[in-house]
Structure formats: C-alpha cells, structure tokens
C-alpha cells in the first residue's frame, strides 16, 4: 500500500511568488491535514481538508490556502511569498471513520520551501 | 502557557536503558493521544497512539495516558542507538486537527 506521497520535494521561490504543493494521502484516506514545520516553531498546523471541505483551520493567513479533489488529492496554495515562509510543508493523512475520536495521521515525506 | 508541552532534552540514555519521554496537554476535551518518531531530515513518523487512560504496550514501546493530570508518556524499553531522534507528542480533541508539542531529542549512547 503505498503512502502519502508529497511532491515536489524542493523547491526554491523568489519573495512576492506564488507555489503550489500537492499531496497524494493513503488509498482509501480522505482527511488530509496540512502542517508547516520550521525549528523555531515545531509543527503548526494550517488546515484539513475532508470530502472536498476544509473542516479545519489553524492560525495563518489568508495567503495560505489549500483545496480537496474529488480524489482526495490535496493541493496548497501560498501566495505573496515572504521569508519567513520558508519552512518543511507536511501533508497528512487520516481515514477519518469516527467522527468524535481523531484516528492516527500518516505523513509524507514533505516539500522543503526556501524562499529567498 | 503552550497547548502541548514536551522537554526539549536532549535526554541522553546509556544503550539498554529505559527512555522516558513525557509530555502535557491544557485541553481537557483532549481524546486521542499520539507519539512520533522524527530522525532528522525526515518526515514524522507513528510510533504509538493512546485513546484511553492506562497503558498500551507494542513491542519495546509502552504508551502510558492519565486524563486527569493531562499528561502521556512513551516508555523506550532496551533503548538502542537506532532510537536516537526527536519524540513528538500530538493531542486532538476530536476535530482531526492534531497539536504538537516541539519535541524531545533523545541520545541513546552506545
């Protein structure tokens, strides 16, 4: 069974772009969670997505944003890129079966982001 | 006060040994409890995961929840040098949105 599968795996961006990441989740999963990952700050997470619909949201602005694919598929979106923006971007996956009990998420290896 | 807390270490621990890693959460309404596995450079990685109180062993690792003090720990039995990375504590209150604690470096000393 495969994983989640995360691409690209780099990627170097000039200030003022935009970049686009996407995520493949685990065959039959279909929450995907977004995470930024910087030293300074550990893992924060920016959203979830699950049957097309983010359901969750973290503490980020509007520059950030994601959607879902029929497929599950995800995709993450920043725009107006900064410096501080540089950072590892987690997807994760969950099967999301009870509703009321968050069930284990599985990550991809992650797009490292430097923006310069 | 931050929403999961974990020592940042490094907590160094003689090959063998017993590694115990601690974290606390502040959101009562915490349900599901997660420890991961981060070696540097990598992605995180499921180690164990804890829904109610008490204790949950899988092989060298026992998972160990107390909801009425809010803290889980991870107990590393014959600690090898192959467990040597960053432990990272996740909490969730039932809403898929999973909070992290910042990690703690083990060194396990061969």
């Known amino acids: 069974k495969a994983g989640v599968t995360q691409t690209p795996r780099y990627l170097i961006k000039t200030r003022g772009q935009q970049v686009t990441l996407s995520c493949s989740p685990i065959?039959?999963?279909?929450?995907v969670s977004w995470y930024q990952q910087t030293p300074g700050q550990g893992l924060q997470f920016l959203f979830e997505y699950f049957s097309e619909t983010q359901r969750n949201k973290g503490n980020f602005p509007g520059r950030f944003s994601g959607r879902q694919f029929s497929n599950s598929r995800s995709e993450m979106n920043v725009s107006t890129l900064e410096l501080g923006d540089s950072a590892l971007y987690l997807c994760?996956?969950?099967?999301?079966?009870?509703?009321?009990?968050?069930?284990?998420?599985?990550f991809g290896q992650g797009t490292r982001l430097t923006v310069v | 006060q931050k929403e999961v807390e974990q020592n940042s270490g490094p907590l160094s621990v003689p090959e063998g040994a017993i590694a115990s890693l601690n974290c606390t959460y502040s959101d009562r309404g915490s349900q599901s409890f997660f420890w991961y596995r981060q070696y540097s450079g990598k992605s995180p990685e499921l180690i164990m995961f804890i829904y109610s109180n008490g204790d949950k062993e899988d092989g060298r690792f026992t998972a160990q929840l107390n909801k009425a003090s809010q803290y889980v720990s991870l107990l590393i039995r014959d600690s090898q040098p192959s467990d040597s990375a960053t432990y990272l504590c996740a909490v969730s209150a039932g809403t898929y949105k999973y909070i992290f604690g910042t990690g703690t470096r083990l060194k396990v000393l061969a």
């Open positions: 065959s039959g999963h279909r929450s």
């Open positions: 994760a996956s969950s099967l999301r079966n009870r509703d009321r009990v968050s069930t284990e998420a599985f």
